[in-house]
C-alpha cells in the first residue's frame, strides 16, 4: 500500500524561523485532511526561539545543523541575503534519506493557498527530483542557460524542489553541487546553489506545472491584488521571490492581508511587521515612487523618486 503521507522540508537560522512558521500554518490549514509530516532544519536558532516554534502544536521533527557542518560554504558573495543556512537544503537529503523516500523542500519565503495532496500523483523514480521553471519569458531562461552553459532548454528555482531521496544520495547530488560551489573561480555563478543544482540536475529533473512554484515576482500589480480571488489560477505554493517580501509592514496589499491571516495563527501572532526602508537597495526608491505616484500620492512620489536620483549617482560616481 503507497503511503500518501506528504513530508515537507524547510531550512532556517533564527532569522527566518518566524517566517518557517507562517508558511507551515498555511499549508496546514489548507490541507486539514491530508496527513502531513513536516521537517525543520536549525541553524543557529537559540533554545528559546525553538520552544516557542514548537508551540504551533504540528508534526514537526526538528533537526540542529552544527556550525561545523557549513563552514566550508564560507564564502564571500556579491547578494548580501545570502548567508550559510541556504546551503542546508543540500544536506537534507542525506540527513532524511532513511526516514522518507520523497520530499517536498521549500524556501521560508512560500504561502500555500490549495490542497497539495495531488503532489502523490506526480512520478519521480526515474528523476532526481521535480521541479518548477525560474521565468516565464523564454529570453530570461535562455540567459540564464548560457550564462551557465547548460545543456538544457530550461532553468529551475531551486525554492521548491520535490526530492526523491534515494536517486538524489545514489547519483552523489550533493558532492557534485560542493564541487562547483567550493571551486574558487565560480564567479559566474549568481545564484550559487540554484545555479550549482541546475547545473549538476539539468538532465535529472522533472518540469511540473508553475502552481507549485508560482514566482510572486511573475504578477503584474493588478494581478497582485487579485490573485486569491480567481479559483481557476489560485497556485498550490506563491513564492515571494524579490526583496518586497510581504512580512515588511511597507509593502501592503492582498498578499500581505493573507500573509497576516496565516501569521494570527502562530506564537508570533502579536509581532509587529519589521520595517524595509533599513534594507532598501537604490532600485528600491525608484519602485517605490512608482507605486506611489500611481496611487496619487505625490509628495512621497517625488520623495523617493529624488531619493533614488541622488543614489544612483552616488553609486555612478562610486564606481567610477
Not at 59 to 85: A, R, V
Not at 171 to 182: A, F, P, R, T
Not at 303 to 320: C, G
Amino acid at each position: 500500500m503507497k503511503d500518501n503521507t506528504i513530508n515537507i522540508a524547510f531550512c532556517t537560522d533564527k532569522n527566518y524561523l518566524e517566517y518557517v512558521a507562517i508558511s507551515i500554518k498555511s499549508i496546514q490549514l489548507n490541507n486539514l485532511s491530508n496527513n502531513i509530516q513536516f521537517y525543520v532544519f536549525l541553524h543557529d536558532v537559540p533554545a528559546n526561539d525553538v520552544e516557542k516554534f514548537k508551540k504551533l502544536n504540528i508534526p514537526i521533527k526538528t533537526y540542529f545543523i552544527e556550525k561545523d557542518q557549513l563552514e566550508q560554504y564560507q564564502t564571500e558573495h556579491k547578494l548580501k541575503h545570502i548567508n550559510q543556512s541556504m546551503y542546508i537544503r543540500l544536506l537534507v537529503p542525506r540527513l532524511l534519506r532513511n526516514e522518507v523516500d520523497r520530499f517536498i523542500y521549500l524556501d521560508a519565503d512560500v504561502l500555500c493557498f490549495q490542497d497539495i495532496s495531488s503532489i502523490n500523483n506526480i512520478n519521480i523514480e526515474s528523476v532526481v527530483c521535480a521541479v518548477v521553471s525560474d521565468s516565464l519569458n523564454n529570453n530570461n531562461l535562455v540567459k540564464n542557460i548560457n550564462r551557465l552553459k547548460l545543456n538544457s532548454t530550461n532553468y529551475f528555482n531551486s525554492g521548491f524542489l520535490y526530492i526523491n531521496t534515494k536517486n538524489w544520495c545514489d547519483y552523489d547530488i550533493e558532492n557534485k553541487v560542493n564541487q562547483i560551489l567550493l571551486k574558487s573561480n565560480n564567479a559566474q555563478l549568481i545564484y550559487p546553489d540554484q545555479d550549482a543544482l541546475n547545473m549538476v540536475l539539468y538532465n535529472k529533473v522533472l518540469y511540473i506545472d508553475n502552481k507549485w512554484n508560482y514566482l510572486f515576482t511573475w504578477m503584474n500589480e493588478t494581478e497582485k491584488q487579485n490573485f486569491f480571488y480567481d479559483s481557476e489560477f489560485l497556485p498550490f505554493i506563491i513564492h515571494f521571490t524579490g526583496a518586497r517580501k510581504p512580512w515588511y509592514k511597507e509593502h501592503v496589499g492582498l498578499a500581505q492581508n493573507l500573509y497576516l491571516f496565516y501569521k494570527h495563527f502562530t506564537p508570533w501572532s502579536d509581532k509587529p511587521l519589521k520595517s524595509y526602508l533599513s534594507k532598501m537597495r537604490v532600485n528600491d526608491y525608484r519602485i517605490y515612487a512608482k507605486n506611489y505616484l500611481k496611487k496619487g500620492n505625490i509628495f512621497k512620489g517625488i520623495k523617493f523618486f529624488t531619493q533614488y536620483l541622488l543614489l544612483k549617482y552616488i553609486k555612478k560616481n562610486y564606481n567610477s
